[in-house]
């Protein structure tokens, strides 16, 4: 068992013992725990906790999701993009150069202007979106070295809580927890973007 698999395995245990905290909520109000991945109040959830984090979320059908990726990335004047080897064929945007990831060095990808993945999971209550390295989401190192992300993410892959989502994740695949744009504070706490990651995150939210 490496280290992560054991502070995995404490944070379940801890949150499986833990007490329930005491909510009062209105009549007719369902918790957020209570809603089925996908619901509809979920996801909305998850477009309004990352838009407060500087994040652009859009709205498409799985049809439209390549016609999207390319608006985005073309208002933006992105005119090459790196997407994983198992990205979806249907995800890929036109007009553009698209860089299929097959071990490209570190300099090459910081040359791209944009990467295209999808998502293990997604948080509603907290914003975040979580990459598995799974082959629709590839490396790790894609995701952080170009100035652009794009990530689509489809409505059942969003649920409430982080708990809820440690559930869906397999021990011991590197993962990579998002929240907005990658942001720090200079000493005199300026907002400064970019620094460990991209300077712009859209999520693509699909109907299906």
Known sequence: MT????VLARLRSALAAAPPTPVRHR????????LPPGHPELVDLLAERLTDYRAEVHRATGAAVADTVAGIL??????????????????????????????????RLAELDAVVTAAAVAVA???????????????????LLPDRHVC?????QVVATVPEALARLTPGR???WISGPSATSDIELNRVEGVHGPRRLHVVVTDA
């Open 174 to 176: 590197p993962l990579t």
């Open 125 to 143: 209550e907290t914003g975040t979106i979580i990459l598995d390295a799974a082959a629709d989401q590839g490396r790790r190192i894609i995701s």
């Open 3 to 6: 280290a992560r698999d054991t």
């Open 27 to 34: 009549p007719g109000h369902r918790r957020q725990g209570e």
């Open 152 to 156: 689509v993410i489809r409505p059942e």
């Open 74 to 107: 073309a208002a933006e004047g992105a005119t090459a993009v790196v997407v994983p080897p198992g990205l979806p064929a249907g995800w890929r945007p036109g007009g553009l150069e698209v860089v299929v990831d097959d071990d490209l060095p570190a300099d």
